[in-house]
């Protein structure tokens, strides 16, 4: 019985190899559960992989189709065998099969128990698909990496994307002072979030922020990031995110006498269960521009890929 859609990326390219497809349901190994995903979140790395660039792309060229996507949140429909069936229809959400599996792009994901978190009251599940990888990775920008302690200046590079609005409010709740560097269309929403400063990427923002920042938060990479190294003070920090562009920006970072350092996300749910309960509590803002009908992830890999996405974008499987 064919009963669950997913989209496949049957080629490298354009967004042309996207495919609606069904399936019959997934199996369920010892320990795992079968998710009904509501909504899935969309992260740049999923356009890149889709366009044949990066490590997951590499990794991934024999084994098309593949289903793209890290970020699921939804409902325990089936348990598998040595899991508490007090699971079944549990609302939950995490960042699964990253870096190389993916599958989130899904209908139905099998997966194991240890990875999902229960969603908790008052989160509503479409934000619970945007915050994982966003969140994680702001989370481990600002405190693993970028050792964000109170008091400190923080000037944030594409500040208003997923990773950087979840990092504008996790360094102003660490007491941090935030400069925030996005498109002006954008000051109201950074206000918001608590920057202290915020500043249009388009205006020549660097005549004012000039080598006073204890840590740049490098959201943007490339010839942005290495411009922004002005804004941090000598011997300061630089966490630079885009992967493509790490390795120039850290080399012009060592060549300024930054301590600049790149990353690649990791899992740990303790860490996300802390941003859930931020979310809960009202104090951490997941914005979703965006949510596209699943059968629509054309249209939304063509919005995400512009680089101009305000919060996060996901899919919806229920409409
Ligand atoms: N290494 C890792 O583990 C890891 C994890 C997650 C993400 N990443 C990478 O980190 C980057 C950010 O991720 P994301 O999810 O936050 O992306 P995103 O949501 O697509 O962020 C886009 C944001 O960047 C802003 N922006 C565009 N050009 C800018 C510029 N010149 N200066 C400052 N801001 C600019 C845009 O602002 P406007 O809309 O105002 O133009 C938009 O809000 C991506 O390259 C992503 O692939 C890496």
Redesign the pocket.
């Known amino acids: 019985m064919l009963n669950y859609c997913r989209i496949d990326l049957t080629h490298f390219g354009g967004v042309d190899g996207l495919q609606l497809t069904r399936h019959p349901k997934p199996a369920l190994a010892a320990g795992q559960v079968l998710l009904n995903i509501h909504y899935s979140g969309l ?3 999923d356009a ?1 992989t889709r366009a044949g660039l990066g490590w997951a792309a590499q990794q991934n060229a024999d084994k098309l189709p593949w289903v793209p996507g890290y970020d699921a949140a939804g409902q325990i429909t089936a348990v598998g065998e040595g899991v508490d069936e007090a699971w079944l229809g549990k609302p939950v959400c995490g960042m699964l099969g990253f ?1 190389l599996q993916g599958g989130c792009y899904s209908s139905m994901r099998s997966t194991d128990l240890n990875e999902l978190l229960e969603v908790p009251k008052g989160v509503h599940l479409a934000q619970a698909a945007a915050l994982p ?2 969140g ?3 989370h ?2 600002v405190f693993e990496h970028g050792q964000a302690q109170s008091g400190e200046r923080v000037v944030i ?9 979840i990092a504008v409010q996790l360094a102003v709740a660490a007491g941090c002072e935030v400069i925030a ?6 000051k109201p929403l950074l206000q918001r979030l608590g920057a202290a400063q915020i500043y249009d ?2 205006s020549n923002w660097l005549a004012d922020v000039s080598a006073c920042a204890d840590l740049l938060l490098d ?3 490339g010839d ?1 990031g290495k411009a ?1 190294l002005a804004s941090v003070k000598s011997k300061g920090r630089v966490v630079t ?4 562009t ?1 390795d120039s920006v850290k080399q012009a970072a060592c060549e300024a006498d930054l301590d600049a350092t ?5 899992q740990d749910v303790d860490a996300l269960q802390h941003l859930l309960q931020l979310v809960a509590a009202q104090k951490l803002t997941i914005e979703v521009e965006s949510c596209y009908p699943a059968g629509s992830v054309a249209d939304a890999h063509q919005h ?1 890929e512009q ?7 996901v899919l919806n499987w229920c409409q």
């Open positions: 992260n740049p790395i890149k870096p990888l966003a994680l990775t702001a481990q920008a590079l594409g500040a208003s994307g997923g990773v950087g609005h560097v996005a498109s002006a269309r954008r990427y388009n959201f943007a990479g942005f922004a995110l885009p992967t493509v790490a790149g990353m690649l996300v990791h995400l680089g101009h996405v305000c919060g996060k974008l």
